[in-house]
Each structure stands twice: as C-alpha cells, then as structure tokens.
C-alpha cells in the first residue's frame, strides 16, 4: 500500500492467500496467478455478489478510460449539434458500406478475423460478414436517419398563472455497449446517437479486426464529414475482457448495455450496477412455452417447429404441456422437436425433466450424433434433468436443443418460469381467452405471446432497428419497455418558463 491517509492509499501488490471482503461479511481469497499478475498500477474489482476477483491491468484500463474521456467530451458538445448532422452521419454510415472500395478493407479484416477464429477452434456462425449482414447494417443505419430523434420534444406541459412547466425530453449520456463478435454491431450501437446520445463499445476479440477496419473505413469518415464531436462513437480497442470491465466501472456511463453470454453478461452487469451505472442486459433469454387442457394440437406442433429455427435469446427452451393432454401433446411436441431438426439436417436433443421420461418413447433415449459448435458428438438424445433446472438455457450450435416438462396446470407452468427461468419470453398456448389473460396477468416476463416466440424482435415487432432486448432477470425495468433501440435512451428535464417577473413564492 502507498499514500498517507486512508482516503488515498492504492492497492499495489496481491499477495497469495490475501484475503478480500465482499457482500459484507463473505471473504475471497486471492490465489498464486492473480497474485503474480497484479502489479502497482492495476486495478481489481470485486464483484459483490459472487466474489470474483477482477484483475484489470493498467493499460487496459488507460485503454477503456481514453474511450469513455472522448466519449464523455463529445456528449458535452451534443447538445449543439443539429439533428441534420446526425442524419448526415447515419447516411454516410451507410453510403461507406455500400460502396466496395470502401467496404474492401472491412470484408479483408473480416476474412482475417474468421480464419483466426477457426484455427482456434471457435465458432464462426455469428462472426462472418455476410452479404447480408452488409445489407442489414446499411437498412438499419439509413433507418436511423428517418427516425425522429425526439431531442427537446416537449412530452408534458403544466401551466400555471404568469408561468409553466415542461418536461423535455434530452440525451441521457454516454452509452456504453459491450457486445459479443458481432461486427453488424455498429449499425446497432450507434443508433443511440439519434437521440443525442455517445456510444463507447468494447466487442470480443474474436472481431476487433472487423471492428478497426469498420473504424477506419466507414465510422470515423461519417462523423468527419457529419461534423459530429470526435468521439460521439468510441471503440475500446483492446482484446482484453478486462477492458469491459474497467469500462462497465466508469461512473461517467449513463447506460450500461451488455450482450453476449449469459454468464459474461450477468458478470458485467453486476461489475456496473456496483458502480451505480444503470444496466441493461441482453444476455440469458430463452423462450418458454406453455401448452395448456384446450391448446390446439396443430398450432401447438407449428409453435415449436417455428420456435427452433435457429438459436437466439427469444428460442424455444423450455416446454411445459399440462398432464391432462400430455398423451398427445408430446408426440405432437417431439413431432415439432424433430422437424425442426429436419430442416437443418441434424439430430434433435431432448431434456426431459425427472419423472417425466415415460413420456418420451425408447427411440428417443439412444445415441446419436449432436451437431455441437467444437463439432458432432455421439451422445443420448433425450436425456433427464432436474425438475429444479428448468431454467438452464441451451447454447446450441446445430442440433436443437430443449428442455420438456410436464405440469398438473397452466398455474404451476407460471410458478416454475417465475422461479427458475431469467424472465424473458413466454408464450401460451391455449384456446381460453380467460386464461390468456390470467397468464399474462401471473407470469414475470416483459415478452409475452400466443404462438411462436421468435416475434420477440425489435425491428420484426416494432419496424425499430433493435440494440437489444431485455429480461427481467435482475427485476424490471424502469421506464421503458424490454426492446432497446435508439429512441428508447433518454432522460427527461424539467424546463420553467416565467412570463410574470414578479413571481415569488
């Protein structure tokens, strides 16, 4: 320890064995490898609610900080930028990605960062550039430019005698995104800026080649030729997920927005809400269905089919069908389970909750080839699980993969998804409007249909290009809705007029 007093001491040193109080009364101990790696300079976090030992070294942090300053400068100046610039900065976005010779360099990063990842063994689905990846960034980022921005509209209004009150709304701040290899990201996080807002992200290793290339191809020349404040979108450019978490630690953030890994994210968004920064998090999904007494056989096999296309947060995985129709419901289940897996070409993989597993035919017990994202293992195809980890969610690559239950009733279909599920998308089907609206009216969840659940989408549900969707895993959202986009982060002032200057109280 350095420094004369306690209010300035620094941690410069970790010894093995240390000691470190977290949640109050709970201690984590520092082992040899954070020991070693710890020197005068870094930081450490400690997440209050697991006791994990965040190791932020030095530089990384100079590297997240130096973002977030430019960031944080250039909101200072956005206040008197005009909503032209704006819509200027979202066309020329859009105009660099379009044109080949500009967007040649980003495809060549891209190329470089795919092969990177396969030779090391890591799934490429979500990082390739496609075509129409391309064409998606630009859609969106034109889209941006014709969306109202909101800036300074006048939402409320009281009047009083020789004075009145508005509120108003105004751009919340400083943005900060940290999102998995996606290099579509961009168009994604810079929608923020539609609202006056500055956007600083940190995007996984796997495409800060993309990312840099983006940077220097599209992104910067947009904002040169807008004449937005340098910054008003600011890369962390770092490999290093340390860089998220020094960012994510920054009071200066108005909004903490992280997607990727369900375990990552909630580690992230713990990481901010310690530091007081608002979050939203867009990690753990994982769609619910609930087939109840009156479900229509036909739309409750089409639902699961159209449910398991591909996986995102808003896919199907977890089913609960009542007793009372379980003897034809479930082949019509595992007749949506298997088309669904026809389509892509694959076997189906089954989680069958203990006790439940008469069920499920004999077929459907033996191995089989799963199409896993490190390549086809030979495993069961039904296997059972806990009545008590309903709420695991299912990473697959291929195969799709989905847990099954059996319920006594609708109502403890609700109590299991409240209690163990991250409170996402739920979806009942049933043929009894009063029991559509006593579901809707139990269940803890901000996404809530009567068929498929791959609806939950901002731009499929709403026509908005979409930075992500929120549960309510750690509790609901104040304010605003579960879809984030770019009219959705903003705050509000309260603004008097006094046309009475003898007014006084």
């Known amino acids: 320890m350095s420094g004369n007093t306690p209010q300035n001491q620094q941690l410069e040193s970790l010894e093995p064995g240390m000691r470190i109080v ?7 101990t520092v082992d040899s490898e954070l ?44 206040g008197s930028v005009s909503d032209g610039q704006i819509e200027t900065f979202f066309d020329a976005f859009a105009a660099r990605l379009a044109d080949d010779t500009s967007f040649g360099p980003i495809a060549e990063a891209n190329a470089a960062d795919v092969e990177n990842a396969r030779s090391r063994g890591r799934s490429v689905t979500r990082l390739i550039l496609s ?21 300074s509209a006048v939402v409320d209004r009281v009047d009083h005698e020789g004075w009145a009150v508005e509120t108003v709304r105004s751009g919340l701040g400083v943005v900060a995104f940290v999102f998995e290899g996606r290099p579509n990201v961009f168009a994604d996080a810079t929608g923020v800026i539609r ?18 290339a983006i940077v220097a191809n599209a992104l910067d020349p947009a904002l040169a030729e807008s004449g937005l404040p340098p910054g008003a979108v600011s890369l962390v450019n770092s ?54 007494e009156s479900a229509d056989a036909d739309r409750f096999e089409a639902t699961v089919t159209n449910s398991l296309d591909r996986k995102v947060c808003n896919t199907l995985n977890t089913c609960c069908i009542v007793e009372s129709r379980a003897a034809d419901l479930v082949p019509r289940f595992l007749a949506g389970l298997r088309a669904a897996a026809d389509r892509r070409g694959v076997e189906p993989k089954l989680h069958i909750a203990d006790g439940d597993e008469s069920h499920v035919p004999a077929e459907w017990f033996g191995e089989v080839g799963i199409a896993r994202a490190d390549g086809t293992v030979t495993e069961p195809m039904s296997e059972a699980i806990g009545r008590d980890r309903l709420g695991v969610e299912w990473e697959w690559e291929d195969s799709p993969e989905v847990t099954l239950v059996i319920v006594p009733d609708v109502a403890t279909a609700v109590v299991a998804f409240n209690e163990q599920s991250p409170k996402f998308a739920a979806s009942l089907i049933s043929e009894d409007a009063d029991e559509h609206e006593l579901f809707f009216a139990t269940i803890d969840s901000p996404f809530v249909g009567d068929g498929f659940t791959r609806w939950v989408d901002g731009h499929y549900a709403l026509g908005k290009p979409e930075l992500g969707l929120s549960n309510w895993q750690f509790g609901r959202l104040f304010g605003r809705g579960g879809i984030l986009s770019g009219d959705s982060a903003f705050t509000v002032r309260t603004r008097a007029r006094q046309s009475d200057p003898d007014l006084g109280r």
């Open 22 to 28: 977290y949640g109050g009364n709970r201690l984590a």
């Open 35 to 78: 020991a070693a790696a710890f020197t005068a300079g870094d930081h450490l976090v400690v997440v209050q609610d697991t006791g994990a030992l965040l190791h932020i070294p030095a530089d990384v942090h100079a590297t997240a900080t130096e973002a977030v300053d430019a960031a944080s400068s250039a909101f200072g100046a956005m």
């Open 195 to 212: 609202g006056g807002n500055t956007v600083v992200f940190r995007i996984g290793s796997d495409a800060l080649g993309t990312a840099r």
């Open 131 to 151: 075509e129409d990846m391309r064409s998606g960034m630009i859609d969106g980022l034109r889209s941006w430019a014709r969306m109202p921005s909101g800036r």
């Open 239 to 292: 490999p290093s997920r340390a860089a998220g978490w020094a960012m994510f630690s920054d009071t200066r953030l108005g909004l903490a927005v992280a997607r990727g890994s369900g375990g990552a994210v909630s580690q992230l968004g713990a990481v901010a809400r310690q530091a007081g920064i608002p979050v939203s998090l867009h990690g753990t999904g994982g769609a619910w269905i609930v087939a109840s």
